[in-house]
């Protein structure tokens, strides 16, 4: 079954330093689809990026990053000279597509509070 | 675009009401979830339709639980003789599949509803 593990529950740094959020997947599928969604304290899920199994290209977005590497099922996110407007919860998500019976819903983990200090 | 809407945004309710919670998702979106956010986790997946199929239930999904999307468009999720446990923030979202699996595709969600059951 699939399972995504974000193990740091809460980071708090200072503005400005990088800081790096953890993702760790498993999966049985080969074709599975990644996903990082941003919590503010509004409450609404903010999609972030989305990347598939067959991608494992670093991205950069801005000030956000992403490393997806399948040899250790991770998918780290990093947010280069943090602002406070970055405090929030972190979601790390995976879906899986195995043929029909594929699971089109997201698999969340836990989430990783991140608060930005001024 | 208004986005996916949800309501009530807030219900306090007493253990054995009937509840219902009604989403609407972005309008040419043709799938629709929903899910369940405890205080601290990630949000569980509880249901999913394509258009006005309901095509995947969780085990949380008991039998107090059902959802309904009548005509492919707005969704009601109903929960009956409430107890305590169910206390938890609902959430919907809503995707748009054009052929293919759908797997992958960006859910965007809801701002949610916070039920509270005393």
């Known amino acids: 079954a699939q399972k995504v593990t974000q193990a740091q529950t809460e980071i708090s740094v200072v503005e400005k330093e990088d800081v790096t959020l953890d993702c760790v997947y498993e999966?049985?599928?080969?074709?599975?689809?990644l996903f990082w969604y941003k919590q503010p304290p509004s409450g609404e899920l903010v999609f972030l990026i989305r990347?598939?199994?067959?991608?494992?290209q670093n991205e950069i977005s801005g000030r956000y990053s992403w490393n997806f590497q399948k040899s250790t099922s991770s998918f780290n996110f990093t947010i280069t000279a943090s602002q406070v407007v970055d405090s929030a919860v972190y979601f790390c998500?995976?879906?899986?597509?195995?043929?029909?019976?594929?699971?089109?819903?997201?698999?969340f983990g836990s989430g990783t509070r991140l608060q930005v200090q001024p | 675009d208004t986005g996916v809407s949800q309501d009530p945004r807030h219900k306090i309710t007493k253990r054995g009401q009937n509840v219902t919670f009604r989403c609407d998702p972005i309008s040419e979106h043709n799938r629709l979830y929903w899910y369940r956010q405890t205080l601290g986790q990630g949000p569980e997946f509880l249901t999913y339709f394509q258009n006005e199929a309901q095509l995947e239930k969780s085990r949380l999904l008991s039998d107090r639980f059902s959802a309904e999307r009548p005509k492919g468009s707005f969704s009601t999720l109903e929960i009956q003789r409430t107890e305590q446990g169910d206390s938890a923030m609902y959430l919907c979202?809503?995707?748009?599949?054009?052929?293919?699996?759908?797997?992958?595709?960006?859910?965007?969600f809801g701002p949610g509803t916070r039920l509270t059951v005393l």
């Open positions: 979202a809503s995707s748009l599949t054009r052929g293919g699996t759908g797997v992958g595709n960006e859910q965007f």
């Open positions: 999966t049985r599928d080969t074709t599975y689809y």
């Open positions: 998500a995976l879906s899986e597509a195995r043929g029909d019976t594929g699971r089109r819903a997201l698999t």
């Open positions: 990347r598939n199994s067959f991608d494992e």
